[in-house]
């Protein structure tokens, strides 16, 4: 049976000292991201820094802030949702993808579709373009997030050395560019295989549609959200597999007590399931 995902349970309420409460409101109707489904000790300590980064002395002076700049809602959601991120992260996971899962899921398709959910600053999308590049393997991968500001750096698609560590050095030499101040640059190759857009998993349909990917990862992601929110995104994520598909989660993940019949484990260690059957119930 597959563990119930643990977390921290809590809620944003309106009762307590210091409520967030209107300033996730404002950030809802100024930006359309709402954060009521995010674990509260996150949300809190994340607010709390960036008033801190903006000088605002009480929970009031940073409310108006927020309801009077369009910025500066978009900065509280960049913080809120930080991005921790490095190519090849955890390399057993893309090892296994590398030499195992990537060519036996070509082998019955024309071509692969990756949903890379939660996808920050686009390392993981593009780690996942690269295996495919190096395999020939024809496939695109579309990498979503909420943070306009985390795709805009995906977009450019330039990083800090070190967020190469675990890149295997024959794919940073064949899909990397150096740029000098200890910066490299995803090849173009590469960078034509990724699609980067907009999304939450929590307030809207999987893109493009339902059984669409081969691959669904979505990462360190659920952690962050309460109990309701995590069974809404996660039975969105299942939808969007295909059947027979790869779904990847963070390595203190698991798949929500309500979806576990519908996958198998590949590798407990790696946090990868297969998908048993399509969003239309068609065993894989």
Request: proline content about 5%.
């Amino acid at each position: 049976m597959i563990p119930e995902l643990s977390v921290q349970q809590g809620s944003v309420s309106a009762s307590e000292p210091e409520s967030l409460e209107p300033v996730l409101a404002a950030v809802r109707e100024t930006i359309g991201l709402d954060f009521s489904g995010y674990r509260t000790a996150t949300v809190r300590r994340r607010v709390r820094n960036r008033m801190l980064r903006v000088g605002a002395g009480s929970i009031a002076e940073y409310l108006d802030l927020v309801r009077t700049s369009t910025d500066e809602a978009l900065r509280l959601a960049e913080t809120i949702t930080i991005k921790v991120s490095r190519f090849y992260r955890n390399r057993s996971v893309f090892d296994r993808f590398r030499h195992d899962l990537l060519p036996a899921l070509a082998m019955d398709r024309p071509r692969l579709a990756i949903w890379v959910a939660g996808c920050g600053c686009g390392e993981e999308a593009y780690t996942y373009a690269m295996l495919l590049e190096e395999s020939g393997i024809q496939g695109t991968v579309v990498a979503t997030d909420i943070d306009v500001f985390a795709l805009a750096a995906a977009e450019r698609a330039e990083y800090p050395i070190v967020s190469i560590a675990e890149l295997p050095s024959d794919l940073a030499a064949k899909f990397l560019t150096p740029l000098g101040d200890n910066r490299v640059a995803v090849t173009a190759d590469v960078r034509d295989r990724v699609r980067f857009g907009r999304h939450d998993v929590i307030a809207a349909a999987a893109p493009p549609g339902p059984g669409t990917f081969a691959i669904v990862s979505c990462r360190n992601v659920l952690i962050y959200f309460q109990r309701s929110a995590q069974v809404v995104a996660f039975a969105l994520l299942r939808r969007a597999l295909e059947a027979g598909g790869v779904l990847v989660l963070g390595e203190a993940e698991w798949p929500a007590p309500s979806e576990a019949d519908a996958f198998d484990i590949v590798s407990q260690r790696s946090r990868i399931f297969r998908a048993r059957a399509g969003p239309d119930g068609r065993r894989a």
